[in-house]
């Protein structure tokens, strides 16, 4: 993303919207800028303020005068009054940023917007997770803190030493040059996102251990983790198994995404059922 | 998209927020989906919800990128539902926000007997999801659990900001818009109502609860910084 300097009028106001922090003004030219390594190119300062058009020169006059007379005008905090934000042409790796953390760009690996995932939110169509298993989201970086790619890694590897599947369809996924190891392309490890999610799912009988593997790599990484666990219920709508190992290791269950399963096929061609990964070991 | 999965607090916050949301499937059931998604979100304003939401063009608020000067003395803060329904285009997430327990189960039994063929999915209390299920006759599918925040939590906000900024769980909502505006609020220079509406706007999928930010907002301004 880039400001304008000829445009911006430093009010300030964008300042507080971006979610990395990224932006700031900078006292020796007057003007707000973009820390480009911070930022990870999200889109909410150009999608979400609301813009005016008029002219910078006058909107700077107005601003001196009323700093010099100690007025505050109280503009509405949520504008760029000179549509000083202009995005900018994103190459690789660096679109790898916004596809990870602008909502409104699908993925291509998946089609999906947001981080590209369907979870099981649509488990009673694709029977992501069936029974006896339980599904893994690992999220990085969220809220507000963001993730570098190379402390993903550290997480993938440590799945993949463990000899988990993961999810195909998931952004993450497709960013791996080796599956097997769990080794993501080099040439993106650089790269800030506002958040990333690993996809993985296990039989029940491995919860506790993916959970005490997350949890050693968190100490290791410097950014938030958000678990989400998937459990197929049973035909009474309980989930008698995952639950109860979650609750032994310490978790409060309180929120949850529910699927009521009212999803069905229903298009003309389904696709073709994948068979399951190997299982894999150690590399 | 985990967008609703991982809101900020406890069962007893949530009593006002309950965002249900209707999922295609790629490949599976999104042949000609948009005339269900956009019924389902007709369906939904019988029931009075506070925020409907379209994944890839946004909620009932929206930033404007032709604002006119003057709005900072008269700006609309008015949901506009009709737009989100008439905008709908795209084969992807529809939601509808509502802030009480009872219109949620009435939707969700609707929706039910609606039998649009596309995924449903209850973003709420575990409990509140249970009573949604019970209304319509439903039993869970499946389940999708927050296990909270965790790791280097050191680098997070505090509470009030936290349940905020994470109603939009793309991240939209930034912390420090959110700090600012219960300060703004405190400081008497802006209403709740015209807090929530900014941030609300930076919520790119409409599943920001305008209702519950509403009250944190009014719940703040007795606190302590």
């Known amino acids: 993303m880039y400001i304008n300097p000829d445009k911006c009028v430093a009010c300030g106001n964008c300042t507080y919207v971006c979610p990395m922090g990224a932006i700031y003004v900078d006292p020796l030219i007057k003007r707000a800028k973009v820390n480009l390594d911070e930022c990870v190119e999200c889109y909410a300062c150009y999608n979400g303020l609301?813009?005016?058009?008029?002219?910078?020169?006058?909107?700077?006059?107005?601003?001196?005068?009323?700093?010099?007379?100690?007025?505050?005008?109280?503009?509405?905090?949520?504008?760029?009054?000179?549509?000083?934000?202009?995005?900018?042409?994103?190459?690789?790796?660096?679109?790898?940023?916004?596809?990870?953390?602008?909502?409104?760009?699908?993925?291509?690996?998946?089609?999906?917007?947001?981080?590209?995932?369907?979870?099981?939110?649509?488990?009673?169509?694709?029977?992501?997770?069936?029974?006896g298993?339980?599904?893994?989201?690992?999220?990085?970086?969220?809220?507000?803190?963001?993730?570098?790619?190379?402390?993903?890694?550290?997480?993938?590897?440590?799945?993949?030493?463990?000899?988990?599947?993961?999810?195909?369809?998931?952004?993450?996924?497709?960013?791996?040059?080796?599956?097997?190891?769990?080794?993501?392309?080099?040439?993106?490890?650089?790269?800030?996102?506002?958040?990333?999610?690993?996809?993985?799912?296990?039989?029940?009988?491995?919860?506790?251990?993916?959970?005490?593997?997350?949890?050693?790599?968190?100490?290791?990484?410097?950014?938030?983790?958000?678990?989400?666990?998937?459990?197929?219920?049973?035909?009474?709508?309980?989930?008698?198994?995952?639950?109860?190992?979650?609750?032994?290791?310490?978790?409060?269950?309180?929120?949850?995404?529910?699927?009521?399963?009212?999803?069905?096929?229903?298009?003309?061609?389904?696709?073709?059922?994948?068979?399951a990964q190997p299982q894999l070991v150690s590399r | 998209m985990t967008n609703t999965l991982h809101r900020f607090g406890d069962a007893e916050s949530f009593r006002d927020d309950i965002v249900v949301i209707c999922v295609p499937s790629r490949g599976r059931n999104d042949e000609n989906i948009v005339p269900k998604l956009r019924k389902f979100l007709e369906m939904a304003m019988k029931y009075k919800p506070v925020n409907l939401g379209d994944a890839r063009h946004g909620g009932?608020?929206?930033?404007?990128?032709?604002?006119?000067?003057?709005?900072?003395?008269?700006?609309?803060?008015?949901?506009?539902?009709?737009?989100?329904?008439?905008?709908?285009?795209?084969?992807?997430?529809?939601?509808?926000?509502?802030?009480?327990?009872?219109?949620?189960?009435?939707?969700?039994?609707?929706?039910?007997?609606?039998d649009l063929g596309v995924s449903v999915n209850i973003s709420t209390s575990i409990e509140g999801a249970l009573k949604c299920c019970q209304a319509a006759g439903l039993p869970r599918h499946s389940a999708g659990y927050s296990l909270g925040f965790e790791g280097k939590t050191e680098h997070l906000p505090s509470a009030d900001v936290l349940t905020l900024s994470t109603m939009c769980g793309h991240g939209m909502v930034s912390t420090s818009l959110a700090k600012k505006m219960i300060d703004w609020v405190r400081e008497g220079r802006r209403t709740p109502e015209q807090a929530c509406t900014y941030m609300s706007r930076f919520c790119s999928c409409g599943i920001f609860n305008p209702a519950r930010a509403r009250r944190i907002l009014e719940d703040s301004r007795g606190k302590n910084q």
């Open chain 1, 133 to 275: 298993e339980v599904g893994f989201t690992i999220e990085f970086g969220r809220p507000g803190v963001g993730v570098w790619m190379r402390e993903i890694q550290d997480m993938c590897w440590t799945l993949a030493k463990a000899g988990v599947d993961f999810e195909t369809r998931n952004p993450i996924t497709s960013l791996m040059k080796d599956r097997a190891t769990g080794t993501l392309r080099e040439d993106i490890l650089k790269e800030k996102l506002m958040s990333a999610i690993i996809e993985i799912k296990v039989p029940i009988s491995r919860t506790e251990e993916i959970v005490r593997l997350v949890w050693e790599v968190e100490k290791r990484i410097d950014t938030v983790v958000a678990l989400g666990v998937g459990a197929r219920c049973d035909a009474d709508g309980v989930d008698r198994e995952i639950a109860p190992i979650l609750e032994k290791l310490g978790y409060d269950l309180v929120r949850a995404k529910t699927n009521i399963g009212l999803g069905k096929n229903t298009n003309a061609v389904l696709p073709v059922e994948q068979p």
């Open chain 1, 50 to 131: 609301s813009q005016e058009h008029l002219n910078p020169t006058l909107v700077r006059a107005t601003r001196r005068i009323f700093q010099a007379l100690r007025l505050r005008f109280d503009p509405e905090p949520d504008v760029c009054p000179t549509a000083a934000f202009e995005p900018e042409e994103l190459t690789w790796p660096r679109v790898v940023r916004r596809a990870f953390s602008d909502p409104r760009v699908p993925h291509e690996s998946t089609g999906v917007e947001g981080r590209g995932t369907e979870e099981v939110k649509t488990n009673d169509v694709t029977g992501r997770v069936k029974a």
């Open chain 2, 60 to 114: 009932v608020h929206r930033p404007s990128k032709h604002l006119n000067p003057l709005s900072h003395w008269k700006r609309d803060f008015k949901p506009d539902f009709d737009a989100v329904i008439a905008g709908f285009d795209t084969a992807t997430t529809a939601a509808a926000v509502f802030d009480n327990i009872e219109a949620a189960e009435a939707f969700v039994t609707d929706v039910r007997k609606a």
